[in-house]
């Protein structure tokens, strides 16, 4: 791993480590530090920061579906317009095009269940090239960007003094 | 019986139980649990009823794995069908080695400051234990003069844990040739504790046993409870010539029977599958290393850089690291453990884990920058 690759490594971890913390973790400058987030960033490796939030422990409703969604393509169209045409959408959270029975996954956010319902039917379902849309709302969530939701796992029951 | 005092530790311990908000740095285990494959292993085979005896030196493809896992890792070879036993903890297999080897007129050279196991278990045996002091200015590494100064010239075995509890010192293969070289010359045995070896942060770990002449005076002891974040499983391993495996197993085979055969289908598949998340807590443990060290420095807090095991071993602040450590836990709920508990030479030092989340460390060593302000 080197310099960049371990920084990588330490955001992912935790993206709120200050500057100074991550020095002291790599035996780096501060500044050297900062010089590699700043390229990171500008290189287009590192798109940006957000937090990992359970919304079932929020006061904020949120409904959110995995859109499974089926392409037809032409000589004017390939997928990444068809991506541009979607990922335009502030209720599209995820899109990837993917390997499989469709092409591309989407994860759709909105207020309710309803909201949802309807942005899919209103919004993404009637774009010519969109063949096909199968919606799964989420029931719930346990993991996400790597952090488990589930709670009684990995606590921390260590002896507070041992040899 | 009357010579073995009690642990040192449990007087902290008491303390440290008795408070709300304690931030441990006295723990000698990691924060992490076992991989998950590790976990998922275990409650297959208790699942597909696996919960006989296992054989007395352990699961055959245990052993195979074993040996080749310190072929690979440490270019150490030895035969999974009689030069490996499988043990309950690290721990037993140090017991075995001593009990083995030792009998009422042998001398056992401990340096110290060590984990505190060894010279009770040593007393147990019957032997005659002489402290070997290793100091700050060596980096608290084990060195031939001060074996001759110690008189270890007479002793009959030798017992060194590197990475060491608690400093967190290691021995390179220049430093381990010198003791070596002093080990041919006084025809001493070698237990060595490699249950850290995992651990190393500064280039690749040696072991003394892979030098010339050293491996059939030798008695390498290793296990899955560090590296492998398995603590609670109990299983550790000794590898040795047979010459010295079969007496151990003797032993092993009245008092223990076997290892816990849950706990080999897991280390089982530790060594199949876990290389990669042994690789990510070591590099967590690294980053905290460096923190921990950069921050006891910018407090003016004498530390010499540990690099191996999940310790540093600081110079206390003030005369008393006894009366420092209680006040530091009553102040600022922070445990650390006195140094003087692992031998007379580890007295004015303090031992402090870091295998602790970064942000329970990052608060501690706050509490600590507040405490000595």
């Known amino acids: ?163 | 019986m009357a010579d073995i005092p009690p642990s040192g530790i449990r007087r902290y311990f008491e303390l440290a139980e008795e408070m709300d908000d304690v931030i441990s740095l006295g723990v000698g285990e990691p924060d992490f649990s076992a991989p998950w494959p590790v976990r998922d292993a275990a409650v297959a085979s208790l699942e597909r009823g696996q919960t006989s005896y296992t054989t007395n030196r352990g699961l055959h493809e245990l052993r195979e794995a074993i040996s080749a896992y310190l072929d690979r890792t440490y270019g150490l070879t030895y035969r999974g069908e009689d030069e490996i036993l499988v043990t309950t903890g690290a721990s037993e297999a140090v017991d075995l080695a001593l009990r083995a080897t030792v009998d009422a007129n042998t001398t056992v050279a401990i340096p110290e400051p060590t984990y505190l196991s060894y010279r009770p278990v040593a007393m147990l045996a019957g032997a005659t234990v002489l402290p070997v002091p290793t100091h700050e200015a060596d980096g608290f590494r084990l060195t031939a003069p001060a074996l001759e100064d110690a008189g270890a010239a007479r002793a009959d075995l030798l017992v060194i844990c590197y990475p060491n509890n608690p400093t967190g010192a290691i021995l390179e293969a220049p430093h381990l040739r010198e003791i070596a070289d002093f080990a041919r010359e006084h025809d001493i045995g070698v237990i060595s504790d490699e249950i850290y070896a995992a651990l190393t942060y500064t280039g690749d770990h040696v072991s003394i046993a892979s030098l010339p002449g050293m491996r059939e005076r030798t008695v390498v002891v290793s296990g899955f409870s560090k590296a492998f974040a398995m603590t609670g499983l109990r299983l550790g391993y000794a590898v040795a010539p047979a010459s010295l495996i079969d007496p151990m197993n003797r032993i092993h085979q009245y008092t223990m029977l076997s290892a816990p055969t849950t706990a080999q289908y897991a280390a089982l598949e530790g060594l199949r599958s876990c290389e990669e998340a042994i690789a990510d807590m070591r590099r967590a443990y690294d980053r905290r290393r460096q923190f921990v060290l950069s921050r006891f420095a910018d407090m003016g807090i004498r530390c010499f850089e540990a690099q191996g095991a999940f310790y540093v071993f600081p110079e206390c602040p003030t005369d008393d690291a006894g009366q420092f450590a209680e006040s530091l836990l009553e102040a600022e709920q922070v445990a650390v453990v006195p140094g003087g508990v692992f031998g007379t030479a580890g007295e004015g030092h303090l031992r402090v884990t870091y295998a602790t989340g970064m942000e329970q460390l990052r608060e501690a060593m706050d509490r600590i920058e507040r405490f000595v302000a």
């Open chain 1, 1 to 163: 791993m080197d310099d960049r690759e371990e920084l990588v490594d330490i955001l992912i971890e935790n993206a709120r480590y200050s500057t100074e913390e991550i020095a002291r973790m790599t035996g780096r400058s501060e500044d050297a530090v900062t010089a590699d987030i700043e390229a990171l960033e500008e290189a287009g490796v590192i798109k940006g920061y957000q937090a990992v939030v359970d919304w079932d422990e929020s006061t904020v409703e949120r409904a959110r579906a995995v859109v499974e969604l089926n392409v037809t393509l032409d000589r004017e169209t390939g997928y990444d317009d068809i991506a541009r045409r979607l990922a335009g959408y502030t209720e599209v959270r995820t899109l990837k095009l993917v390997s499989g029975d469709f092409d591309f996954l989407a994860v759709v956010e909105a207020e309710t269940i309803r909201d949802v319902s309807r942005f899919v039917s209103e919004r993404i379902a009637p774009v010519p090239e969109i063949t096909q849309t199968v919606t799964h709302f989420v029931m719930d969530t346990y993991k996400l960007q790597g952090i488990e939701f589930l709670d009684g796992y990995d606590d921390d029951d260590r002896l507070s003094i041992s040899p």
